[in-house]
């Protein structure tokens, strides 16, 4: 069975530094990964998903995200943050013929302070 | 704006009792997921439905059903509600059975007290 793990439950970063949210899964059979990003007393929203082809994915707001394939992860990064960024991250994965249902990791809330 | 639509957006309960949830998809959407997301537990999947047909069980409670209706919207029957069951519930939506991309709606509040 599938499983999730996001290593960091929060992470506090000051306006334009770097950030690295880290996430881990485990599967024995070909995955799809995805982040999602949470603001408050919202819903979910699809920040980047890798499907196949290239490793490297990135979103429209400047987030990137890597599939390594021999580490199981699938890190999300972003060079420099805005205090907009503030939000809960969910990383997700969804495994087999079937890739149905997403499993989700414990989230990471990421506090951008100026 | 996801383009899923769900209602209520708040439900207070009392326990012992039985809701309905329901979510509208995305226009052209044909699959229909359920979420549940509780401080404890986390974001858990509960049932996907895809053209009518339950394609998909997760950690679905005996006393939750879910069925999706011919114009594709979805209802979530949650029954004999137990203070645990109070969590945010969302839907999501996808064109295709297999789940590449999901939309999430705002989500239904449930407080069962």
């Known amino acids: 069975a599938q499983s999730v793990t996001q290593l960091d439950s929060q992470v506090p970063v000051f306006e334009e530094a770097p950030v690295e949210l880290r996430c881990n899964y485990s599967s024995s059979v070909s995955v799809y990964l995805f982040w999602y990003v949470q603001y408050p007393n919202q819903g979910l929203q699809l920040l980047l998903k890798?499907?196949?082809?290239?490793?490297l994915v990135e979103s429209i707001n400047g987030f990137e995200a890597e599939f390594n394939k021999s580490q199981t992860s699938f890190h999300l990064r972003k060079p420099s943050v805005h205090i907009s960024d503030t939000a809960e991250y969910f990383c997700a994965v969804s495994e087999g013929t079937g890739r149905r249902a997403l499993t989700f990791g414990s989230g990471t809330r990421l506090q951008v302070q100026p | 704006d996801s383009g899923v639509t769900q209602t209520p957006k708040h439900l207070i309960t009392a326990t012992g009792q039985r809701v309905t949830l329901r979510c509208s998809p995305r226009?052209?959407?044909?699959?229909v997921y359920w979420y549940q997301q509780s401080l404890d537990q986390g974001l858990q999947f509960l049932i996907q439905?895809?053209?009518?047909?339950?394609?998909a069980k997760g950690n679905i409670l005996e006393r939750f059903s879910a069925q999706q209706f011919p114009d594709l919207h979805s209802e979530l029957n949650l029954s004999s509600l137990e203070l645990g069951d109070s969590a945010l519930y969302f839907c999501?939506?996808?064109?295709?059975?297999?789940?590449?991309?999901?939309?999430f709606g705002q989500g239904t509040r449930l407080t069962v007290v």
């Open positions: 999501a939506s996808s064109v295709e059975a297999v789940n590449t991309e999901a939309f």
């Open positions: 890798y499907l196949s082809g290239s490793t």
């Open positions: 439905y895809y053209n009518g047909e339950e394609r």
């Open positions: 226009s052209g959407d044909l699959s």
